[in-house]
Protein backbone atom coordinates (compact mmCIF):
# COMPACT_ATOMS: atom_id res chain seq x y z
CA UNK A 1 0.00 0.00 0.00
CA UNK A 2 1.55 3.17 -0.79
CA UNK A 3 0.87 5.25 2.47
CA UNK A 4 1.60 9.11 0.44
CA UNK A 5 -1.71 8.39 -1.70
CA UNK A 6 -3.91 7.21 0.93
CA UNK A 7 -2.60 10.12 3.60
CA UNK A 8 -1.89 7.38 6.35
CA UNK A 9 2.38 9.01 6.59
CA UNK A 10 2.17 8.98 10.52
CA UNK A 11 5.07 10.94 12.39
CA UNK A 12 5.92 9.15 15.77
CA UNK A 13 8.00 10.64 18.60
CA UNK A 14 10.91 7.67 19.60
CA UNK A 15 11.38 6.68 23.31
CA UNK A 16 13.17 9.82 25.65
CA UNK A 17 16.85 8.21 25.39
CA UNK A 18 18.42 10.30 27.46
CA UNK A 19 18.21 10.39 31.70
CA UNK A 20 16.34 13.50 31.79
CA UNK A 21 14.72 14.38 35.46
CA UNK A 22 11.66 12.44 35.64
CA UNK A 23 9.71 15.72 36.28
CA UNK A 24 11.32 17.08 32.78
CA UNK A 25 9.90 14.15 30.77
CA UNK A 26 6.61 14.52 32.20
CA UNK A 27 6.50 18.02 31.25
CA UNK A 28 7.98 17.32 27.75
CA UNK A 29 5.48 14.81 27.07
CA UNK A 30 2.70 16.61 28.14
CA UNK A 31 3.39 19.49 25.49
CA UNK A 32 4.05 17.09 23.22
CA UNK A 33 0.18 15.85 23.78
CA UNK A 34 -0.98 19.45 23.51
CA UNK A 35 1.27 20.52 20.51
CA UNK A 36 2.53 17.94 18.80
CA UNK A 37 1.87 16.66 15.39
CA UNK A 38 2.79 13.50 15.87
CA UNK A 39 0.35 10.27 15.81
CA UNK A 40 2.83 7.12 17.73
CA UNK A 41 4.41 8.08 21.38
CA UNK A 42 7.22 5.57 22.30
CA UNK A 43 7.40 5.79 26.14
CA UNK A 44 9.80 3.55 28.17
CA UNK A 45 13.45 3.28 28.89
CA UNK A 46 15.41 1.94 26.81
CA UNK A 47 19.22 2.14 27.35
CA UNK A 48 19.49 0.99 31.20
CA UNK A 49 17.06 -0.11 33.63
CA UNK A 50 18.56 1.26 36.71
CA UNK A 51 17.09 4.58 35.43
CA UNK A 52 13.81 2.79 35.01
CA UNK A 53 11.80 3.29 38.40
CA UNK A 54 12.17 7.42 38.20
CA UNK A 55 9.75 7.51 35.27
CA UNK A 56 7.25 5.16 36.41
CA UNK A 57 5.17 7.09 39.43
CA UNK A 58 4.62 9.44 36.55
CA UNK A 59 3.63 7.23 33.25
CA UNK A 60 -0.17 6.77 34.06
CA UNK A 61 -1.14 10.63 33.80
CA UNK A 62 1.18 10.96 31.28
CA UNK A 63 -0.28 7.89 29.30
CA UNK A 64 -3.80 9.37 29.92
CA UNK A 65 -2.55 12.66 28.91
CA UNK A 66 -0.82 11.59 25.37
CA UNK A 67 -3.72 9.26 24.57
CA UNK A 68 -6.85 11.77 25.38
CA UNK A 69 -5.00 13.57 22.75
CA UNK A 70 -5.42 11.62 20.25
CA UNK A 71 -1.73 10.42 20.41
CA UNK A 72 -1.19 6.08 20.25
CA UNK A 73 1.24 5.39 22.51
CA UNK A 74 3.41 2.30 22.34
CA UNK A 75 5.53 0.71 25.30
CA UNK A 76 9.60 0.69 24.82
CA UNK A 77 11.25 -2.10 25.71
CA UNK A 78 14.92 -2.78 26.81
CA UNK A 79 17.67 -2.94 23.73
CA UNK A 80 20.22 -4.71 25.70
CA UNK A 81 19.03 -7.81 28.49
CA UNK A 82 21.58 -9.50 30.61
CA UNK A 83 20.65 -9.01 34.25
CA UNK A 84 17.71 -10.37 36.18
CA UNK A 85 16.58 -6.86 36.75
CA UNK A 86 16.49 -6.38 32.83
CA UNK A 87 14.73 -9.63 32.21
CA UNK A 88 12.24 -8.29 34.99
CA UNK A 89 11.46 -5.50 33.41
CA UNK A 90 10.82 -6.60 29.96
CA UNK A 91 8.85 -9.60 31.33
CA UNK A 92 6.78 -7.14 33.08
CA UNK A 93 5.81 -4.78 30.28
CA UNK A 94 5.16 -7.26 27.49
CA UNK A 95 2.85 -9.64 29.80
CA UNK A 96 0.54 -6.59 29.89
CA UNK A 97 -2.09 -7.48 26.98
CA UNK A 98 -3.95 -4.14 27.33
CA UNK A 99 -0.94 -1.81 25.94
CA UNK A 100 0.97 -1.75 22.66
CA UNK A 101 4.54 -2.65 22.89
CA UNK A 102 8.05 -2.15 21.17
CA UNK A 103 10.42 -5.44 21.29
CA UNK A 104 14.31 -4.19 21.05
CA UNK A 105 15.42 -7.54 21.92
CA UNK A 106 14.58 -10.61 20.71
CA UNK A 107 13.86 -12.05 24.15
CA UNK A 108 11.08 -9.29 23.83
CA UNK A 109 10.14 -10.12 20.50
CA UNK A 110 9.76 -13.98 21.53
CA UNK A 111 7.09 -13.08 24.36
CA UNK A 112 5.62 -10.94 22.35
CA UNK A 113 5.05 -13.65 19.45
CA UNK A 114 1.20 -13.96 18.83
CA UNK A 115 -0.56 -10.98 19.32
CA UNK A 116 0.23 -7.59 17.68
CA UNK A 117 3.66 -5.69 18.31
CA UNK A 118 6.32 -3.72 17.31
CA UNK A 119 9.93 -4.26 17.27
CA UNK A 120 12.11 -1.49 17.39
CA UNK A 121 15.50 -0.18 15.87
CA UNK A 122 17.72 -2.52 18.15
CA UNK A 123 16.26 -5.64 16.37
CA UNK A 124 17.95 -7.06 13.32
CA UNK A 125 16.32 -6.63 10.22
CA UNK A 126 17.77 -6.46 7.37
CA UNK A 127 15.97 -8.07 4.66
CA UNK A 128 12.97 -9.33 3.70
CA UNK A 129 13.18 -12.98 4.99
CA UNK A 130 13.76 -11.88 8.47
CA UNK A 131 10.93 -9.08 8.31
CA UNK A 132 8.40 -12.07 7.26
CA UNK A 133 9.32 -14.02 10.20
CA UNK A 134 8.22 -11.16 12.13
CA UNK A 135 5.27 -10.37 10.36
CA UNK A 136 4.60 -13.88 10.58
CA UNK A 137 4.81 -13.78 14.94
CA UNK A 138 2.18 -10.64 14.83
CA UNK A 139 4.51 -7.70 14.30
CA UNK A 140 2.03 -5.25 12.76
CA UNK A 141 4.67 -2.03 12.97
CA UNK A 142 8.55 -2.68 12.58
CA UNK A 143 11.68 0.17 13.12
CA UNK A 144 14.12 -0.49 10.63
CA UNK A 145 17.24 0.02 11.91
CA UNK A 146 19.31 3.20 11.19
CA UNK A 147 22.60 2.29 8.91
CA UNK A 148 20.11 0.59 6.23
CA UNK A 149 20.53 2.23 2.66
CA UNK A 150 17.55 3.31 0.64
CA UNK A 151 17.80 0.56 -1.44
CA UNK A 152 17.30 -1.99 1.46
CA UNK A 153 14.42 0.38 3.03
CA UNK A 154 12.75 -0.35 -0.29
CA UNK A 155 13.01 -3.31 -0.56
CA UNK A 156 11.69 -3.99 2.68
CA UNK A 157 8.90 -1.76 1.40
CA UNK A 158 7.79 -3.51 -0.90
CA UNK A 159 7.94 -6.87 0.99
CA UNK A 160 6.56 -5.59 3.97
CA UNK A 161 2.83 -6.27 2.60
CA UNK A 162 0.44 -3.75 4.88
CA UNK A 163 2.88 -3.85 7.91
CA UNK A 164 3.82 -0.70 8.69
CA UNK A 165 7.87 0.42 8.33
CA UNK A 166 8.85 3.44 10.13
CA UNK A 167 12.32 5.04 9.80
CA UNK A 168 14.55 7.28 11.98
CA UNK A 169 14.23 10.66 10.08
CA UNK A 170 15.70 13.02 12.62
CA UNK A 171 17.88 12.86 15.96
CA UNK A 172 21.15 11.47 16.98
CA UNK A 173 21.12 7.76 16.08
CA UNK A 174 21.85 5.69 18.27
CA UNK A 175 25.04 3.20 16.89
CA UNK A 176 26.08 0.74 19.64
CA UNK A 177 24.89 -0.69 23.26
CA UNK A 178 27.08 -2.31 25.54
CA UNK A 179 27.46 -3.51 28.71
CA UNK A 180 30.08 -0.82 29.93
CA UNK A 181 28.45 2.49 31.23
CA UNK A 182 30.99 4.69 29.28
CA UNK A 183 29.29 7.57 30.81
CA UNK A 184 30.29 6.60 34.18
CA UNK A 185 33.88 5.09 32.72
CA UNK A 186 34.53 9.18 31.49
CA UNK A 187 34.07 10.15 35.52
CA UNK A 188 36.36 6.96 36.52
CA UNK A 189 33.27 5.13 37.98
CA UNK A 190 31.38 2.05 37.12
CA UNK A 191 27.93 0.74 36.03
CA UNK A 192 27.12 -0.69 39.45
CA UNK A 193 28.36 2.98 41.02
CA UNK A 194 27.27 5.22 38.36
CA UNK A 195 25.92 7.86 40.18
CA UNK A 196 23.76 8.64 37.51
CA UNK A 197 25.88 10.88 35.69
CA UNK A 198 24.61 10.23 32.71
CA UNK A 199 21.91 12.89 33.72
CA UNK A 200 24.25 15.49 33.45
CA UNK A 201 24.06 15.56 29.15
CA UNK A 202 20.01 16.02 28.06
CA UNK A 203 21.44 15.10 24.81
CA UNK A 204 24.56 13.06 25.43
CA UNK A 205 27.84 13.61 26.56
CA UNK A 206 30.11 15.16 23.36
CA UNK A 207 33.36 12.67 22.60
CA UNK A 208 35.46 14.21 20.34
CA UNK A 209 38.52 13.17 18.55
CA UNK A 210 42.25 14.18 19.54
CA UNK A 211 42.19 17.06 17.43
CA UNK A 212 39.00 18.83 19.02
CA UNK A 213 36.37 17.41 15.84
CA UNK A 214 32.77 16.62 17.71
CA UNK A 215 32.65 13.25 16.86
CA UNK A 216 30.37 11.13 18.87
CA UNK A 217 28.07 11.55 21.75
CA UNK A 218 27.82 8.86 24.53
CA UNK A 219 24.40 8.14 26.73
CA UNK A 220 24.96 5.85 29.55
CA UNK A 221 25.60 2.41 27.96
CA UNK A 222 24.95 3.79 24.79
CA UNK A 223 27.06 5.45 22.09
CA UNK A 224 25.43 7.40 19.64
CA UNK A 225 26.43 9.77 16.38
CA UNK A 226 27.34 13.29 16.99
CA UNK A 227 25.71 14.34 14.05
CA UNK A 228 21.39 14.42 13.98
CA UNK A 229 19.93 12.27 11.16
CA UNK A 230 17.85 14.71 9.34
CA UNK A 231 16.17 12.64 6.39
CA UNK A 232 13.61 15.80 5.42
CA UNK A 233 14.76 15.84 1.49
CA UNK A 234 14.72 11.93 1.99
CA UNK A 235 10.62 12.13 3.21
CA UNK A 236 9.26 12.52 -0.12
CA UNK A 237 11.19 9.56 -1.87
CA UNK A 238 10.28 7.28 1.49
CA UNK A 239 6.71 7.53 1.06
CA UNK A 240 6.90 6.87 -2.31
CA UNK A 241 8.42 3.88 -1.78
CA UNK A 242 5.74 2.75 0.68
CA UNK A 243 7.35 3.73 4.22
CA UNK A 244 4.73 5.18 6.27
CA UNK A 245 6.05 5.84 9.68
CA UNK A 246 9.13 8.57 10.41
CA UNK A 247 10.60 8.09 13.61
CA UNK A 248 12.03 11.76 15.44
CA UNK A 249 13.57 10.85 18.43
CA UNK A 250 13.60 13.45 21.68
CA UNK A 251 16.23 15.90 22.18
CA UNK A 252 15.88 18.79 24.40
CA UNK A 253 15.02 21.38 22.42
CA UNK A 254 11.77 22.63 21.04
CA UNK A 255 10.58 19.22 19.59
CA UNK A 256 6.74 20.11 18.72
CA UNK A 257 8.32 22.89 16.48
CA UNK A 258 10.27 19.76 15.15
CA UNK A 259 7.56 17.72 14.54
CA UNK A 260 5.59 20.77 12.67
CA UNK A 261 8.35 21.16 10.02
CA UNK A 262 8.32 17.41 9.61
CA UNK A 263 4.29 17.41 9.38
CA UNK A 264 4.29 20.22 7.31
CA UNK A 265 6.87 18.57 4.26
CA UNK A 266 4.99 15.30 4.33
CA UNK A 267 1.50 17.04 3.94
CA UNK A 268 3.41 19.12 1.15
CA UNK A 269 2.88 22.78 3.07
CA UNK A 270 6.37 23.48 3.12
CA UNK A 271 9.32 22.60 0.71
CA UNK A 272 12.46 20.59 2.41
CA UNK A 273 14.79 23.07 1.41
CA UNK A 274 13.00 25.60 3.78
CA UNK A 275 12.43 23.01 6.15
CA UNK A 276 15.93 22.48 6.88
CA UNK A 277 17.12 25.63 7.27
CA UNK A 278 14.27 25.77 9.88
CA UNK A 279 15.76 22.88 11.33
CA UNK A 280 18.99 23.85 11.49
CA UNK A 281 18.01 26.75 13.59
CA UNK A 282 16.39 24.30 16.18
CA UNK A 283 19.02 22.23 16.03
CA UNK A 284 22.02 23.68 18.61
CA UNK A 285 24.08 21.04 19.56
CA UNK A 286 25.01 19.16 16.17
CA UNK A 287 25.49 19.12 12.56
CA UNK A 288 23.06 17.30 10.41
CA UNK A 289 23.81 13.75 8.64
CA UNK A 290 22.07 11.57 6.23
CA UNK A 291 25.13 9.18 4.97
CA UNK A 292 23.67 5.90 5.84
CA UNK A 293 20.30 6.47 3.38
CA UNK A 294 22.70 7.48 0.89
CA UNK A 295 24.44 3.97 1.23
CA UNK A 296 27.39 6.04 2.64
CA UNK A 297 29.27 6.56 5.92
CA UNK A 298 26.68 7.66 8.67
CA UNK A 299 28.55 10.41 9.37
CA UNK A 300 27.66 12.29 6.03
CA UNK A 301 25.78 14.89 4.65
CA UNK A 302 24.80 14.21 1.48
CA UNK A 303 23.30 17.08 -0.16
CA UNK A 304 20.59 17.38 -2.45
CA UNK A 305 21.01 17.71 -6.41
CA UNK A 306 20.77 21.10 -7.55
CA UNK A 307 17.01 22.08 -6.83
CA UNK A 308 14.86 21.22 -10.35
CA UNK A 309 11.18 21.62 -10.41
CA UNK A 310 11.33 18.62 -13.06
CA UNK A 311 13.56 15.96 -11.00
CA UNK A 312 11.17 14.14 -8.21
CA UNK A 313 12.66 13.16 -5.35
CA UNK A 314 12.45 9.36 -6.33
CA UNK A 315 15.73 10.29 -8.10
CA UNK A 316 17.19 8.51 -5.54
CA UNK A 317 15.30 5.50 -6.01
CA UNK A 318 15.74 5.31 -9.91
CA UNK A 319 19.59 5.82 -9.46
CA UNK A 320 19.78 2.22 -8.40
CA UNK B 1 38.69 -35.56 39.47
CA UNK B 2 38.95 -35.24 36.04
CA UNK B 3 35.62 -33.04 34.54
CA UNK B 4 34.46 -33.06 30.25
CA UNK B 5 37.33 -30.40 28.84
CA UNK B 6 36.34 -27.08 27.34
CA UNK B 7 36.02 -27.79 23.72
CA UNK B 8 38.84 -25.61 21.94
CA UNK B 9 37.18 -23.68 18.76
CA UNK B 10 39.59 -21.95 16.67
CA UNK B 11 39.94 -19.21 13.92
CA UNK B 12 40.78 -20.18 10.25
CA UNK B 13 41.67 -17.39 8.42
CA UNK B 14 43.08 -19.62 5.99
CA UNK B 15 43.69 -23.16 4.80
CA UNK B 16 47.49 -22.78 6.42
CA UNK B 17 45.75 -21.61 9.44
CA UNK B 18 43.56 -24.47 9.85
CA UNK B 19 46.49 -27.01 9.28
CA UNK B 20 48.09 -25.14 12.07
CA UNK B 21 44.60 -25.00 14.84
CA UNK B 22 44.50 -28.49 13.86
CA UNK B 23 48.09 -29.72 14.54
CA UNK B 24 47.97 -27.42 17.82
CA UNK B 25 45.01 -29.65 19.28
CA UNK B 26 42.13 -27.62 18.33
CA UNK B 27 38.56 -29.37 18.60
CA UNK B 28 36.69 -27.40 16.04
CA UNK B 29 37.79 -24.93 13.43
CA UNK B 30 35.61 -21.97 12.32
CA UNK B 31 35.73 -20.69 9.06
CA UNK B 32 33.91 -18.47 6.61
CA UNK B 33 33.64 -18.03 2.42
CA UNK B 34 35.82 -15.69 0.89
CA UNK B 35 32.80 -13.00 0.41
CA UNK B 36 30.51 -10.37 2.66
CA UNK B 37 28.88 -13.60 4.11
CA UNK B 38 30.68 -13.81 6.97
CA UNK B 39 32.22 -11.21 10.06
CA UNK B 40 35.45 -11.43 8.62
CA UNK B 41 35.60 -10.64 5.04
CA UNK B 42 38.85 -9.22 4.76
CA UNK B 43 41.43 -8.90 2.21
CA UNK B 44 43.19 -12.47 1.60
CA UNK B 45 41.19 -14.24 3.69
CA UNK B 46 38.32 -16.85 3.61
CA UNK B 47 37.98 -19.81 1.46
CA UNK B 48 36.86 -21.26 -1.20
CA UNK B 49 34.49 -24.15 -1.80
CA UNK B 50 37.70 -26.12 -2.79
CA UNK B 51 39.58 -25.24 -0.11
CA UNK B 52 37.01 -26.01 2.28
CA UNK B 53 36.41 -29.36 1.02
CA UNK B 54 40.06 -30.12 1.60
CA UNK B 55 39.82 -28.03 4.95
CA UNK B 56 37.20 -30.50 6.39
CA UNK B 57 39.23 -33.92 5.07
CA UNK B 58 42.43 -32.70 6.72
CA UNK B 59 40.45 -31.42 9.77
CA UNK B 60 37.90 -34.57 9.90
CA UNK B 61 41.34 -37.17 9.33
CA UNK B 62 42.90 -35.84 12.49
CA UNK B 63 39.60 -35.82 14.39
CA UNK B 64 38.00 -32.11 14.25
CA UNK B 65 35.03 -30.37 13.62
CA UNK B 66 34.69 -27.75 11.41
CA UNK B 67 32.05 -24.98 11.61
CA UNK B 68 30.99 -22.65 8.75
CA UNK B 69 30.15 -18.99 9.69
CA UNK B 70 27.82 -17.51 7.26
CA UNK B 71 26.89 -14.61 10.01
CA UNK B 72 26.23 -11.22 8.44
CA UNK B 73 23.13 -9.98 7.80
CA UNK B 74 21.95 -10.70 4.10
CA UNK B 75 21.18 -7.69 2.13
CA UNK B 76 17.83 -7.02 1.43
CA UNK B 77 16.54 -8.33 -2.47
CA UNK B 78 19.88 -10.25 -2.85
CA UNK B 79 19.49 -13.37 -0.55
CA UNK B 80 21.61 -15.60 -2.72
CA UNK B 81 25.13 -15.63 -1.33
CA UNK B 82 24.00 -16.02 2.17
CA UNK B 83 22.07 -19.12 0.94
CA UNK B 84 24.69 -20.53 -1.21
CA UNK B 85 27.11 -20.41 1.67
CA UNK B 86 24.84 -22.05 3.68
CA UNK B 87 23.91 -24.64 0.53
CA UNK B 88 27.84 -25.27 0.05
CA UNK B 89 28.25 -25.64 3.94
CA UNK B 90 25.74 -28.37 3.81
CA UNK B 91 26.75 -30.18 0.52
CA UNK B 92 30.42 -30.41 1.80
CA UNK B 93 29.59 -32.01 4.85
CA UNK B 94 30.78 -29.23 7.19
CA UNK B 95 29.78 -30.07 10.82
CA UNK B 96 27.91 -26.76 12.06
CA UNK B 97 26.92 -23.74 10.43
CA UNK B 98 26.83 -20.18 12.70
CA UNK B 99 24.16 -17.85 11.73
CA UNK B 100 23.12 -14.89 12.88
CA UNK B 101 20.41 -13.48 11.14
CA UNK B 102 16.59 -14.76 11.62
CA UNK B 103 15.59 -15.04 7.81
CA UNK B 104 18.61 -17.42 7.40
CA UNK B 105 18.39 -19.39 10.33
CA UNK B 106 14.63 -20.03 9.03
CA UNK B 107 16.09 -20.82 5.45
CA UNK B 108 18.90 -22.93 7.19
CA UNK B 109 16.06 -25.13 9.26
CA UNK B 110 13.65 -25.58 6.42
CA UNK B 111 16.73 -26.37 4.18
CA UNK B 112 19.00 -28.84 6.20
CA UNK B 113 16.78 -29.47 9.38
CA UNK B 114 19.55 -31.75 10.32
CA UNK B 115 22.36 -30.07 10.11
CA UNK B 116 23.88 -28.34 13.12
CA UNK B 117 23.42 -24.71 13.70
CA UNK B 118 25.45 -22.46 15.80
CA UNK B 119 23.92 -18.80 17.00
CA UNK B 120 26.38 -16.44 16.16
CA UNK B 121 27.80 -13.95 18.38
CA UNK B 122 26.77 -11.05 15.85
CA UNK B 123 23.15 -12.12 16.70
CA UNK B 124 23.40 -10.75 20.07
CA UNK B 125 21.63 -13.60 22.78
CA UNK B 126 22.69 -12.17 25.91
CA UNK B 127 19.77 -13.63 27.81
CA UNK B 128 17.26 -16.50 28.66
CA UNK B 129 14.81 -15.54 26.67
CA UNK B 130 16.81 -14.80 23.60
CA UNK B 131 18.37 -18.44 24.06
CA UNK B 132 15.38 -20.02 24.69
CA UNK B 133 13.80 -18.44 21.27
CA UNK B 134 16.58 -19.37 19.15
CA UNK B 135 16.46 -22.88 20.27
CA UNK B 136 13.01 -23.08 20.50
CA UNK B 137 12.31 -21.83 16.69
CA UNK B 138 15.65 -23.00 15.35
CA UNK B 139 16.91 -25.31 17.30
CA UNK B 140 19.83 -23.70 17.85
CA UNK B 141 22.33 -26.44 19.66
CA UNK B 142 24.80 -23.71 20.77
CA UNK B 143 24.86 -20.02 21.50
CA UNK B 144 28.17 -18.06 20.93
CA UNK B 145 27.74 -15.63 23.92
CA UNK B 146 27.86 -11.80 22.95
CA UNK B 147 30.97 -10.39 25.09
CA UNK B 148 28.21 -8.79 27.81
CA UNK B 149 27.55 -10.81 30.71
CA UNK B 150 29.81 -11.49 33.89
CA UNK B 151 30.39 -14.83 34.73
CA UNK B 152 27.86 -14.99 37.13
CA UNK B 153 25.70 -14.59 34.77
CA UNK B 154 26.79 -16.56 31.90
CA UNK B 155 26.41 -19.42 34.90
CA UNK B 156 23.07 -18.33 35.65
CA UNK B 157 21.60 -18.91 31.95
CA UNK B 158 23.57 -22.33 31.74
CA UNK B 159 21.81 -23.41 34.62
CA UNK B 160 18.15 -22.57 32.84
CA UNK B 161 19.15 -24.31 29.13
CA UNK B 162 20.05 -27.13 27.77
CA UNK B 163 21.91 -25.27 25.06
CA UNK B 164 25.12 -25.24 24.91
CA UNK B 165 27.26 -22.19 25.09
CA UNK B 166 30.54 -20.98 23.50
CA UNK B 167 32.45 -18.10 25.34
CA UNK B 168 35.30 -15.50 23.93
CA UNK B 169 38.46 -17.06 25.19
CA UNK B 170 41.43 -14.94 23.41
CA UNK B 171 42.21 -12.61 20.84
CA UNK B 172 40.03 -9.27 20.46
CA UNK B 173 37.19 -7.92 22.54
CA UNK B 174 34.19 -6.12 21.51
CA UNK B 175 33.27 -3.54 23.64
CA UNK B 176 29.78 -3.16 22.20
CA UNK B 177 27.36 -5.75 22.25
CA UNK B 178 28.27 -7.41 19.25
CA UNK B 179 25.87 -7.25 16.11
CA UNK B 180 24.44 -4.52 17.46
CA UNK B 181 26.86 -1.73 16.57
CA UNK B 182 26.99 0.69 13.91
CA UNK B 183 30.06 3.07 14.45
CA UNK B 184 32.07 1.33 11.70
CA UNK B 185 29.39 2.05 9.09
CA UNK B 186 28.90 5.63 11.06
CA UNK B 187 32.73 6.36 10.17
CA UNK B 188 33.25 4.18 7.27
CA UNK B 189 30.02 3.42 5.62
CA UNK B 190 31.27 -0.35 6.11
CA UNK B 191 29.80 -2.03 8.86
CA UNK B 192 29.84 -5.44 10.26
CA UNK B 193 26.53 -6.52 9.98
CA UNK B 194 26.13 -5.65 6.11
CA UNK B 195 29.85 -6.29 4.93
CA UNK B 196 31.16 -8.16 7.59
CA UNK B 197 34.13 -5.81 8.36
CA UNK B 198 35.10 -3.51 11.54
CA UNK B 199 37.49 -0.34 11.22
CA UNK B 200 38.34 -1.43 7.28
CA UNK B 201 42.13 -1.70 7.01
CA UNK B 202 40.16 0.29 3.23
CA UNK B 203 39.86 3.35 5.97
CA UNK B 204 42.82 3.35 7.76
CA UNK B 205 45.07 6.25 7.69
CA UNK B 206 48.63 6.63 9.01
CA UNK B 207 50.29 10.32 9.26
CA UNK B 208 53.27 11.44 10.44
CA UNK B 209 52.59 14.71 11.88
CA UNK B 210 56.15 16.28 13.46
CA UNK B 211 57.11 14.07 16.18
CA UNK B 212 53.04 12.37 16.30
CA UNK B 213 52.16 9.94 14.59
CA UNK B 214 48.31 10.19 14.22
CA UNK B 215 46.12 6.89 12.98
CA UNK B 216 42.98 7.69 11.26
CA UNK B 217 39.58 5.90 9.92
CA UNK B 218 38.07 7.80 7.41
CA UNK B 219 37.97 11.54 8.38
CA UNK B 220 38.11 10.93 12.14
CA UNK B 221 41.14 10.83 14.23
CA UNK B 222 41.47 7.91 15.96
CA UNK B 223 44.28 8.13 18.43
CA UNK B 224 48.10 10.00 18.47
CA UNK B 225 51.32 8.63 19.02
CA UNK B 226 54.03 10.06 20.40
CA UNK B 227 57.67 9.02 18.86
CA UNK B 228 58.35 5.41 20.40
CA UNK B 229 54.67 5.08 21.45
CA UNK B 230 53.41 1.71 19.88
CA UNK B 231 50.80 2.46 17.34
CA UNK B 232 48.01 0.12 17.51
CA UNK B 233 45.28 -0.47 14.91
CA UNK B 234 42.86 2.33 14.80
CA UNK B 235 39.78 -0.15 15.59
CA UNK B 236 37.34 2.60 16.33
CA UNK B 237 36.19 1.23 20.38
CA UNK B 238 39.82 1.25 21.69
CA UNK B 239 40.65 4.96 20.52
CA UNK B 240 41.11 7.96 22.29
CA UNK B 241 39.01 10.41 22.62
CA UNK B 242 38.11 13.78 24.22
CA UNK B 243 35.04 14.10 27.04
CA UNK B 244 35.17 17.22 28.98
CA UNK B 245 38.40 18.27 28.26
CA UNK B 246 40.21 14.99 29.18
CA UNK B 247 41.81 12.74 26.65
CA UNK B 248 41.65 9.09 27.08
CA UNK B 249 40.71 5.32 26.35
CA UNK B 250 36.86 6.07 26.43
CA UNK B 251 35.47 2.70 25.26
CA UNK B 252 38.03 0.13 26.04
CA UNK B 253 42.32 0.34 25.80
CA UNK B 254 43.92 -0.98 23.38
CA UNK B 255 43.82 -4.65 24.83
CA UNK B 256 43.17 -8.44 24.30
CA UNK B 257 40.86 -10.79 25.97
CA UNK B 258 42.60 -13.74 27.54
CA UNK B 259 41.11 -15.91 30.04
CA UNK B 260 43.20 -18.70 30.62
CA UNK B 261 43.63 -17.71 34.16
CA UNK B 262 39.85 -18.25 34.97
CA UNK B 263 39.35 -21.81 33.07
CA UNK B 264 38.38 -23.94 36.18
CA UNK B 265 35.88 -20.86 37.10
CA UNK B 266 33.84 -21.46 33.20
CA UNK B 267 33.70 -24.60 33.45
CA UNK B 268 32.42 -24.62 36.42
CA UNK B 269 29.72 -21.79 35.28
CA UNK B 270 28.76 -25.00 33.12
CA UNK B 271 30.35 -23.08 29.95
CA UNK B 272 30.67 -26.32 26.78
CA UNK B 273 33.84 -24.56 24.48
CA UNK B 274 36.05 -21.92 24.28
CA UNK B 275 36.78 -19.74 21.44
CA UNK B 276 39.52 -17.98 20.13
CA UNK B 277 39.61 -15.14 17.84
CA UNK B 278 41.57 -14.22 15.31
CA UNK B 279 40.52 -15.32 11.91
CA UNK B 280 42.47 -12.54 10.87
CA UNK B 281 45.94 -13.93 12.30
CA UNK B 282 48.84 -15.65 10.84
CA UNK B 283 49.40 -19.98 11.11
CA UNK B 284 52.85 -18.78 13.42
CA UNK B 285 49.92 -17.09 16.44
CA UNK B 286 47.17 -19.48 15.67
CA UNK B 287 49.86 -22.65 16.61
CA UNK B 288 50.91 -20.81 19.54
CA UNK B 289 47.55 -19.43 21.16
CA UNK B 290 46.03 -22.98 20.06
CA UNK B 291 48.90 -25.27 21.62
CA UNK B 292 48.86 -22.93 24.71
CA UNK B 293 45.29 -23.01 25.22
CA UNK B 294 45.41 -26.98 24.43
CA UNK B 295 47.55 -27.78 27.48
CA UNK B 296 45.72 -24.94 29.51
CA UNK B 297 42.14 -26.78 28.91
CA UNK B 298 43.64 -30.53 29.12
CA UNK B 299 45.22 -29.73 32.66
CA UNK B 300 41.77 -27.93 33.61
CA UNK B 301 40.10 -31.03 33.03
CA UNK B 302 42.17 -33.18 35.16
CA UNK B 303 42.07 -30.49 37.88
CA UNK B 304 45.57 -29.99 37.84
CA UNK B 305 47.21 -26.06 37.86
CA UNK B 306 46.16 -24.53 34.90
CA UNK B 307 50.07 -23.48 33.51
CA UNK B 308 50.26 -19.45 32.22
CA UNK B 309 52.23 -19.26 29.15
CA UNK B 310 52.96 -15.83 28.32
CA UNK B 311 50.94 -14.93 25.52
CA UNK B 312 51.87 -11.15 25.89
CA UNK B 313 53.71 -11.40 23.38
CA UNK B 314 50.33 -12.10 21.10
CA UNK B 315 48.08 -9.40 22.71
CA UNK B 316 46.85 -6.27 21.47
CA UNK B 317 48.69 -3.50 22.91
CA UNK B 318 50.94 -6.21 24.73
CA UNK B 319 48.24 -6.51 27.51
CA UNK B 320 45.71 -8.68 27.74
CA UNK B 321 42.61 -9.33 30.39
CA UNK B 322 40.11 -11.48 32.13
CA UNK B 323 38.56 -8.66 33.90
CA UNK B 324 35.38 -8.37 31.24
CA UNK B 325 33.80 -11.43 32.75
CA UNK B 326 33.32 -9.22 35.87
CA UNK B 327 31.28 -6.57 37.19
CA UNK B 328 33.84 -4.31 37.68
CA UNK B 329 34.58 -3.75 33.85
CA UNK B 330 31.33 -2.23 33.05
Avoid at chain 1, 25 to 50: M, N, Q
Avoid at chain 1, 84 to 96: F, L
Avoid at chain 2, 10 to 17: F, I, K, N, S
Avoid at chain 2, 193 to 207: E, I, K, T, Y
Amino acid sequence: MNHAETGMSRLTLGPVLFNWPAETTRDFYFRIADEAPVGIVYLGEVVCSKRSAFFEPYLPEVVDRLERAGKEVVYSTLALITSERDMAEVRAVTARTDVRVEANDVAGAAMLAGRPHAIGPFVNIYNESTLAYFVGKGATRVVLPAELPARSLAVLAKAAEGTDLEVQVFGRLPLAISARCHHARSRNLRKVSCQYVCADDPDGMDVETLDYEPFLAVNGTQTMSHASVNLVHELDALQEMGIGGFRLWPHSIDMCAVARVFRDVLDGRQESQAAEARLAELVDFAPFSNGFYHGREGAAWVTAPAPSPDVSSGSVLESF
Amino acid sequence: MSQRPLELVCPAGTPAALRAAVDAGADAVYLGFRDETNARNFPGLNFDRTELQEGLTYAHDRGCKVSVAVNTFPAAGNPGPWRSAVDAAADLGADAIILADIGLLDYTTRHYPEMRRHLSVQASASNIEAIRFYHEAFGVKRVVLPRVLTLAEIAALNAQTPVETQVFAFGGMCVMAEGRCALSSYVTGRSPNMDGVCSPASHVHFQQEGNKLVSRLGEFTVNVFLDGEPAGYPTLCKGRFITEGRASYLFEEPTSLNVIDMLPQLMAAGVTALKIEGRQRGRAYVAQVVAAFRHAVDAASRGEAVPQPDLAALTEGLRDTSGVYSKTWQ
